[in-house]
């Protein structure tokens, strides 16, 4: 059973560019998380998906960010016009609907904006 | 005020020592209590979880939970190298969040 996998695991991206960002979860999960780690720093929430629906975007910035998780295919976290500050690693995790606890997180994705 | 608080240290310590990682969060609705571990660039994974106020033990490793005071700790006895990790605490209820992480080391 794969765990839940990040592509790509390193993402360079010149400041205005796009970033494009997936998440394929576990087998059988079908709620997603986004979530955002700044150097040095914890992870900051970003988004709860389940399929095809948006739970909580609360930690979402109201520009540029996006996030989706279609009926078929991976979790997507959009971001348009990259800027400096937008370099972190962004981690997904997946559960399953009647799970509160445990959490199985991808290995990450390294954004760097040159 | 955050929902969840947590020191973000460093804390460093000598093998064989206990250690105490505390976080204290502000909303009623979080029912389950969670400590996760994070090596160097790798995803978190789960290390222990309570739902109810009081101490669960594994190991090395207790957690517990005061929710009156809305106060957690993770105590780790004897330490060793190999728990120099980041550990965040994370609550959930209707969703999770997670603390900033405290990151150990463990000096041998």
């Known amino acids: 059973n794969a765990g839940v996998m990040q592509n790509p695991r390193h993402l360079v991206r010149r400041r205005g560019q796009e970033a494009r960002l997936r998440c394929s979860p576990m087998?059988?999960?079908?709620?997603v998380y986004w979530y955002r780690q700044l150097p040095e720093e914890g992870l900051k929430f970003m988004v709860y998906?389940?399929?095809?629906?948006?739970?909580?975007e609360s930690g979402m910035p109201k520009e540029r960010f996006s996030a989706e998780f279609p009926k078929e295919g991976p979790s997507i976290l959009r971001i348009q016009q990259v800027v400096r500050g937008d370099s972190a690693a962004y981690f997904c995790?997946?559960?399953?609907?009647?799970?509160?606890?445990?959490?199985?997180f991808g290995q990450g994705t390294r954004l760097t904006v040159v | 005020q955050k929902e969840v608080e947590q020191d973000p240290g460093p804390l460093s310590v000598p093998e064989g020592a206990i250690v105490s990682l505390n976080c204290t969060y502000s909303?009623?609705?979080?029912?389950?209590f969670m400590w996760y571990r994070q090596y160097s660039r790798k995803g978190p994974e789960l290390l222990m979880y309570?739902?109810?106020?009081g101490n669960k033990e594994d190991g090395r490793f207790t957690a517990q939970v005061d929710k009156s005071s809305k106060y957690i700790s993770l105590f780790i006895r004897d330490s060793q190298p190999s728990d120099s990790a980041t550990y965040l605490c994370?609550?959930?209820?209707?969703?999770?969040?997670f603390g900033a992480g405290t990151r150990l080391t463990v000096k041998p």
């Open positions: 087998k059988g999960h079908s709620h």
């Open positions: 909303n009623s609705a979080f029912q389950y």
């Open positions: 998906l389940q399929k095809e629906n948006i739970i909580d």
């Open positions: 995790a997946s559960l399953t609907s009647g799970s509160r606890t445990e959490a199985f």
């Open positions: 994370a609550m959930s209820g209707n969703d999770m969040r």
């Open positions: 309570t739902y109810s106020s």
